[in-house]
């Protein structure tokens, strides 16, 4: 065994031998109960990022321990093409050929995206296999394969024949950038600082005029109306006029509408139809037919008069200052509004009246929502059931045509005759007029209708195989809370409608990887982190393990280096732990399970007794998917516990009579910690496991069941008495090994035989009881029992008290300077965050060595 821990090395080839020897297939565990993940499908352009790294972490530490524990795991992998993404990039590597993809034509276009995915695309799989992904790779799915698309096309013309799916003229979100729709859900709406123009529009009878605001002046060339509340007094004389549209010189009606905010402005509003979605319903409750002023390139159009062809934002001004100059501008307000922006590309969206292809949400919303109610789904935590029902209660149709050329084209076809032909297989004739002069709608479908179908079509549906029989509805689904509305929800609505199940029955939500002060990580703040180049530099379990530590269910995850480099001194101790055990039982002969001593020394009874309730809790608090307490937990017992203590006391034990029976707990003690830590830390301890063990794969391995065991009563107070004189020692610069005396007053009889072993093992001191206090000493107070170290000989009394009188001044001196610096409201609002918590922190240890040093000269004397 190597005498150090070196993570490059322990990952360089572990993955492909338990690939190669099917592990990660539900058929290893052939009799176990089905248990099934479905893998968010990450974008074939992708590579993996901090959210992945810890999205995967979460996923994988479920599946490996659900396999270890006899189960038949299937952890679905496959990839989103992710049209608009993937789109682009071709687009660009054309350009720089001087292409345009309009240059090839659309089949040859496609060809060439289906060539980059060959060549190019999927690299995330690769670096999915870096961080340990136990998928089953035989198994992996992309939403454009033939059974996918098969799927796709089945639920469309299902949904088109029930009337959900239709086509319509509808207010969409359009990018003029990328030339596509965007659903509500691609829209990032971002608060922005704009103007609140209010416009004067004179009454048609030349009696006055009518005042209205809008943040958006260009579009006042496509108003159609104007409306008020039909109970605002103010305007209940002006119901019916009309008046005339400044610069287009055309009149328009005051109409009453009850969608109208009275408190809106003036309480009066410009009705632009094809350009608004309150303005569509107003226009359409009232008959008014939508003028569109605007083309797909965000430029006036010919319905714009003299203003076609300017930019949409050249037009706001340029109207504007027409409008100032004709006295028709009452005041300009400064306002901060929200403004959408692309979530792809970041230009901001139009609406814009289009003949697009929508889901009718109505009928799908209802049962989804019922399934989370009454308890078929269930949120981990349950608090994000609100998020997603507030989400369900307000939804608008979803637009799902997308103006590309890469993605699911929409199974529709148009004939001369008019009929609009929907089929799951490309028609050869028109069934109406029997005409062949068929063709295809252009548009494809929004990516994530093809991802709200994921968990069933990639088991094979609609086909019924036995993937679907076995592992549908899947066992847990694990994402972030940003995508319940886009994806969550959509899956809810499609698996209710299409199979007789939901599509997972836990849904564990995570938060968002964030700095270790809680702010959002962004190229701007220079406070990303690749997990890549973790990996390549700590390795891959450092990084799992630092990550799942700081995922509390449904918060934000703090991250740090720091705490990756935490993990990585983990894998430091546990490598040498085991140098330790394999010292006392050699390589190889440690058994797979059981080996448990049936007669084990009260030491060892103690940390068998404290392994199984480790275990036992951990099992309950993985059971619950709370992964950042159980590991936490782990962690703790195996640091605190194992290492520092059950090690340290073996030692005094290896020589005798309990060799054997210290060997074997050693031995099974280490090897059921990493079998505990094996999902979460799976390369070191798969390596750790071959030298411990020696036979088949820890990945492979029955899941830890560990006989109950009374552990010793008075350990917590033997610990507590040994941990009062290494302070002792500490405090005093005295060797670990100096002799020192120690007197026990032990009213309650709480001291065992096994102590004077230990106390002589562990600190060189051989104790002698009683109840009177030797003059001079310091004590250690554990529970009823109390500890006497006498310090004559040991400690020089009154140099000792001059130097603690001189440390009590200097910590003095640190909280008086540190807590006038917090008490400054500007050093707190002002100075950067790190710098305000490094001064928090250094006053609460100054605080805690002043209270130490004080106990100390009191008990001087």
């Known amino acids: 065994m190597e005498p150090t821990y070196d993570p490059r090395a322990v990952e360089a080839d572990w993955y492909d031998r338990w690939e190669a020897a099917g592990i990660f297939r539900p058929e290893a565990n052939p009799d176990g109960r089905p248990f099934s993940i479905v893998i968010p499908p990450p974008n074939v352009t992708g590579v993996l990022h901090i959210g992945h790294a810890l999205d995967h972490t979460i996923q994988d530490t479920i599946a490996r321990r659900r396999r270890m524990m006899g189960d038949a795991v299937l952890w679905l992998p496959g990839m989103d093409h992710a049209g608009i993404a993937t789109q682009v990039v071709v687009e660009k590597q054309l350009a720089e050929e001087g292409m345009t993809r309009h240059d090839l034509g659309r089949e040859k276009f496609v060809e060439q995206v289906w060539q980059w995915k060959r060549s190019s695309g999927g690299q995330i799989t690769q670096q999915m296999r870096l961080l340990g992904d136990s998928v089953d790779w035989t198994r992996e799915r992309f939403t454009m394969d033939d059974g996918l698309s098969a799927a796709v096309r089945k639920v469309f013309v299902q949904l088109y024949e029930e009337g959900i799916i239709y086509r319509g003229f509808r207010i969409i979100n359009w990018c003029p950038q990328d030339h596509t729709a965007l659903s509500d859900l691609e829209v990032n709406h971002v608060d922005a600082p704009g103007e609140l123009a209010y416009l004067k529009y004179p009454l048609a009878d030349g009696s006055g005029h009518i005042v209205v605001a809008t943040t958006r002046v260009e579009t006042m060339l496509g108003d159609t109306a104007v409306a008020v509340h039909p109970d605002d007094e103010r305007y209940q004389h002006q119901i019916g006029k009309t008046v005339v549209l400044p610069l287009m010189e ?33 226009g359409r409750r009232a008959g008014i037919e939508p003028i569109i002023i605007m083309d797909h390139d965000g430029r006036i159009n010919e319905n714009g008069g003299e203003f076609a062809g300017l930019d949409r934002f050249d037009a706001r001004r340029v109207i504007r200052e027409r409008l100032e100059a004709d006295g028709l501008v009452e005041r300009v307000e400064e306002r901060e509004h929200a403004v959408g922006h692309c979530s792809r590309c970041d230009t901001i969206v139009e609406p814009l009246l289009s003949e697009q292809w929508f889901v009718r949400v109505e009928p799908l919303v209802g049962p989804a929502t019922a399934v989370v109610e009454n308890g078929e789904a269930e949120f981990v935590p349950e608090q994000w059931e609100n998020t997603y029902f507030r989400w369900m209660e307000n939804l608008r149709d979803w637009c799902i045509s997308r103006q590309l050329w890469w993605g699911h084209r929409i199974p529709a076809w148009y004939c001369s005759c008019g009929e609009v032909v929907v089929a799951e297989v490309d028609p050869a004739i028109c069934p109406s007029c029997g005409s062949n002069d068929l063709v295809q709608e252009e548009d494809v479908l929004d990516t994530w209708f093809s991802s709200a179908l994921w968990p069933f079509s990639t088991l094979g549906w609609p086909e019924e195989t036995n993937d679907l029989e076995r592992f549908y509805p899947t066992s847990v689904l694990v994402t972030g809370y940003d995508i319940i509305s886009f994806w969550v929800a959509r899956m809810l609505q499609f698996g209710v409608h299409f199979l007789p199940d939901v599509p997972f029955r836990k849904i564990v939500i995570h938060g968002m990887v964030r700095d270790k002060f809680h702010n959002k990580m962004s190229k701007s703040r220079g406070n990303t982190i690749d997990p890549l180049q973790v990996i390549e530099s700590h390795g891959a379990d450092p990084l799992r393990l630092a990550l799942l530590q700081a995922a509390g269910p449904g918060q934000g995850v703090p991250f740090s280096m720091d705490w990756v480099e935490g993990a990585r001194k983990f894998g430091n101790k546990l490598w040498n732990a085991v140098r330790f055990v394999l010292n006392h039982t050699g390589p190889g002969n440690v058994p797979v399970v059981g080996g448990y001593p049936a007669d084990p020394s009260p030491e060892s009874a103690w940390i068998l007794g404290r392994l199984g309730a480790v275990t036992t809790r951990f099992d309950r608090l993985s059971d619950d998917y709370r992964l950042a307490d159980a590991y936490s937990l782990l962690y703790n017992f195996a640091w605190s516990e194992v290492f520092d203590w059950y090690i340290e006391l073996s030692k005094a034990l290896t020589e005798g009579a309990e060799a054997d029976e210290v060997a074997a707990t050693l031995g099974v003690v280490l090897r059921d910690v990493l079998k505990l830590f094996h999902p979460v830390i799976p390369f070191i301890t798969e390596e750790l496991w071959s030298e411990l063990v020696g036979e088949g794969f820890i990945a492979a391995s029955p899941w830890p069941e560990v006989p109950g065991r009374t552990p010793s009563a008075s350990m917590v107070t033997f610990q507590e008495v040994v941990t009062g004189i290494r302070q002792f020692r500490s405090t005093h610069g005295l060797s670990p090994r100096s002799e020192l005396r120690l007197v026990i007053d032990d009213p309650d009889g709480l001291v065992e035989p096994w102590w004077d072993r230990q106390l002589l093992s562990l600190e060189s001191v051989i104790p002698t009881y009683g109840t009177d206090a030797p003059d001079g000493s310091t004590r250690v107070v554990a529970g009823s029992l109390t500890a006497y170290l006498p310090m004559e000989g040991v400690v020089d009394i009154t140099a000792e008290k001059e130097r ?25 609002d002002k100075a950067p965050q790190e710098v305000v918590e490094k001064e928090r922190s250094k006053l609460a240890e100054a605080e805690a060595k002043l209270k130490s040093l004080r106990t100390q000269l009191v008990d001087l004397g």
């Open 250 to 282: 055309r009149e328009i009606p005051i109409i009453a509408d009850a969608g109208v905010e009275p408190e809106f402005g003036t309480g009066a509003v410009k009705v632009t139809p094809a350009h608004d979605p309150l303005d569509f319903d107003i």
């Open 804 to 828: 603690l009188g001189k440390r009590i001044a200097d910590e003095e001196d640190i909280v008086t300077k540190a807590g006038a610096k917090l008490a400054n409201a500007d050093f707190v």
